[in-house]
């Protein structure tokens, strides 16, 4: 506070950002802050190199939702890659539908394998909402 307060004074910035852009603001932090907490969950629950890969996925969907609420530029070279990216997060969570029922690599039971990869896509997923936000109210910082 101490560093931030005398810059909110100079600019004459309220204390919780420019009126119409507090909404970006509240959806940046909640969004922000779910993607930290479900990536630890996902760390906790599931080996760490499977829940590291999973969010590296994360400018795959950032593209995607830029496309959708940005519309931003989407071609046929970026569908292809989602749709490789998309397939590599399944075959890391290695599904019994296609692995079988004793798959290896899973540490504990696949419940919790399943909870991880679950947290880990949401994780990606909030953390690629947050960058399309920080666009989207760009003008404001």
Not at 50 to 60: G, H, Q, R, Y
Request: proline share 5%; glycine share 8%.
């Amino acid at each position: 506070m101490a560093f931030v307060l005398p810059g909110l004074i100079y600019y004459k910035t309220g204390f919780l950002g420019p009126k119409g852009k507090r909404i970006f603001l509240f959806f940046r932090g909640v969004l922000g802050s779910s993607a930290m907490i479900l990536l630890y969950y996902a760390f906790q629950v599931m080996p760490l190199a499977d829940a590291t890969v999973i969010t590296f996925s994360s400018p795959v969907f950032t593209s995607l939702l830029a496309w959708i609420f940005l519309k931003e530029k989407y071609s046929i070279w970026d569908l292809l890659f989602t749709l490789f990216a998309i397939t590599g997060v399944v075959l890391i969570a290695r599904p019994p539908f296609l692995f079988g029922s004793n798959v290896t690599g899973i540490e504990g039971s696949y419940t919790d394998h399943l909870k991880g990869t679950i947290a880990a896509v949401t994780s990606t997923v909030s953390a690629a909402s947050t960058f399309v936000i920080l666009r989207k109210g760009w003008p404001c910082w």
